[in-house]
């Protein structure tokens, strides 16, 4: 995991009181397009970056967490700054708090994360056009097809985790 710890990624809510640092790359990257996310953000889709809560460090600021409904009936509690109101990342029912679904908007350098995979394309607004580069599903996709072998192999080393009583 040399090269993959080496690289950061900060990010920031509009105002600059959450601050915020990813130390590696993200497990992967969702770009959901489901009727939900569309509310949520405002706009047509969400693009979220998957990652170890553990790898998420908070470098300045705190985050209010706010719980919310969400289509699957586990829901989800985002992460926004008090001050400007910005979600800066979410964590869902299923995923607990160990794992971060960081708004990749938030980042300094979003264009450093493009989408793995579109999701809930079934919902996903007319307008909006994809192109064949990057994989597309109307629902969800099978975790094991598409995550790249090291991005399994750290889902395994936090489940390992979780389940020997660690945090995430």
């Given amino acids: 995991m040399g090269a993959e710890n080496a690289t950061i990624h900060e990010g920031a809510c509009t105002c600059g009181h959450v601050r915020f640092r990813m130390t590696s790359d993200p497990l992967f990257v969702h770009c959901c397009h489901c009727s939900w996310c569309q509310r949520e ?15 998420v460090e908070l470098i300045e600021g705190k985050v209010e967490i706010i719980d919310t409904l ?14 400007c109101r910005v979600a800066v990342w979410s964590n869902y029912g299923g995923g607990g708090d160990s794992v971060r679904f960081i ?17 809930f394309t079934s919902t996903k607004l007319p307008w909006v056009v994809l192109t064949d580069d990057v994989p597309v599903f109307e ?3 099978s975790t094991t097809e598409q995550w790249p072998e090291a ?10 985790k979780l389940k020997a009583g660690g945090s995430g």
């Fill in 103 to 119: 708004r990749v908007g938030t980042l300094l350098d979003p264009d450093r994360i493009p989408p793995d995979v579109h999701i």
């Fill in 151 to 160: 991005s399994l192999e750290r889902r395994k080393a936090l489940i390992a």
């Fill in 41 to 55: 953000s405002g706009t047509a889709f969400a693009l979220n970056a998957l990652i170890e809560a553990d790898r």
């Fill in 70 to 83: 969400s289509a699957s009936g586990k829901g989800q509690r985002i992460s926004r700054c008090p001050n």
């Fill in 139 to 141: 629902e969800y996709y």
